[in-house]
């Protein structure tokens, strides 16, 4: 299964998913499961950015690689938690 790092806001996950979208939903089922276990908030951003290299806010300079990065809807990503998916 293909490892991807997920961006959102102050979320940073790497996750392994079949799918980038599938990584930004279990990217939210960690970070939830955190959070009710006492730990940190976070915040999501308007977009999750989902590549297979690393995370972009890492990059020098901050740039998105179009060739290489998926964006995709926060409101997408929390239809989906909130079905189950």
Same mark, same amino acid.
């Given at each position: ?5 997920? %961006?959102?806001? /102050? *979320?940073? &996950? ?11 939903? $279990? ?12 730990? %940190?908030?976070? /915040? *999501?951003? &308007? ?11 890492? $990059? ?18 929390? &239809? ?6």
């Amino acid at each position: 299964m293909p490892k991807y790092y997920v %961006e959102t806001g /102050t *979320l940073q &996950e790497i996750v392994e998913s079949d799918t980038a979208f599938g990584a930004c939903v $279990r990217a939210v089922h960690r970070a939830t499961k955190v959070y009710l276990d006492g730990g %940190e908030n976070v /915040t *999501l951003g &308007e977009s999750f950015i989902v590549n297979q290299k690393g995370f972009p806010s890492n $990059r020098e300079p901050f740039t998105l690689d179009s060739e290489n990065d998926t964006m995709v809807s926060t409101n997408h990503i929390i &239809e989906a938690f909130e079905d189950g998916s």
